[in-house]
């Protein structure tokens, strides 16, 4: 490799890494993003009501369970999560490091 395609190589990693670091730290920062965290709450294998989020939690092998009463709701990606009141809707396994992002009216 050559001094010029060595350089070229570098700009585009450096212009790449830009784009990423602003495209995470704008994910970090949305309203409902990491940096918005207000609480941390472990989930076990009883079904548990959240202080400000909607249903009861619980999860098993790696997989996350919400049962929404009737009147209850979430959002993912802007679409509302269908399920027939008292059925659960399940996320997961998560990976590590992951996460989703679930809204209930303006939390």
Do not use: C, Y
């Amino acid at each position: 490799m050559n001094a010029v395609s060595t350089e070229t190589a570098l700009e585009a990693f450096v212009a790449d890494w830009q784009e990423w670091h602003t495209a995470h730290e704008r994910q970090r920062a949305h309203p409902h993003g990491f940096l918005a965290v207000t609480h941390l709450h472990w989930l076990g294998s009883e079904p548990a009501r959240l202080d400000g989020a909607p249903g009861t939690w619980s999860v098993e092998a790696d997989v996350v369970r919400v049962v929404l009463e009737a009147g209850e709701s979430l959002q993912r990606d802007g679409k509302e999560l269908n399920a027939a009141a008292g059925a659960a809707v399940e996320f997961g396994p998560i990976e590590e490091r992951g996460g989703i992002n679930l809204v209930s009216g303006d939390t």
